[in-house]
């Protein structure tokens, strides 16, 4: 049987806001009763300079184990961990950290432990050590 993992299962795109002057007006909406860490919705101010950061991937977490297989990448939690460590190693290289992201995108593919079904409570506990 030939499955396609995504080279892991799990892609993350960010944008953070660059201009540190207009961090004060940056307007975070919370999600209602929640302490989840992405908020409803964001306003980024006019004249705000944007960084978009190209897909991530997670890196090898087995390298003993085939190859593109999800045991190479680990679950969905350790991909997350992995591929959020590599995002705020860019974010830092431009003086930015995991606060300045305003979207994150995140693209799931089906975990064969989980009877193909996509892990989202593994994507949430990958954000844990953040």
Known sequence: MKTNTLLA?????????TSL???DE???IALPNSNFPISLAVAVPAQT???FVS???ADLHDPQA????FAA???TATQTTSILNKLKGV??????DLGDVIQLRVFLVGDPAKGGKLDFAGLQQGYTPF
């Open 73 to 75: 990448y680990g679950d």
């Open 55 to 57: 897909g991530l991937l």
């Open 66 to 69: 085939p190859k593109d297989s």
């Open 26 to 28: 940056i307007k975070r």
């Open 21 to 23: 002057s207009h961090a």
């Open 91 to 96: 974010l830092h290289s431009q003086g930015l």
């Open 9 to 17: 299962g799990l892609l993350m795109t960010a944008t953070a806001f």
């Open 49 to 51: 300079e944007l960084l």
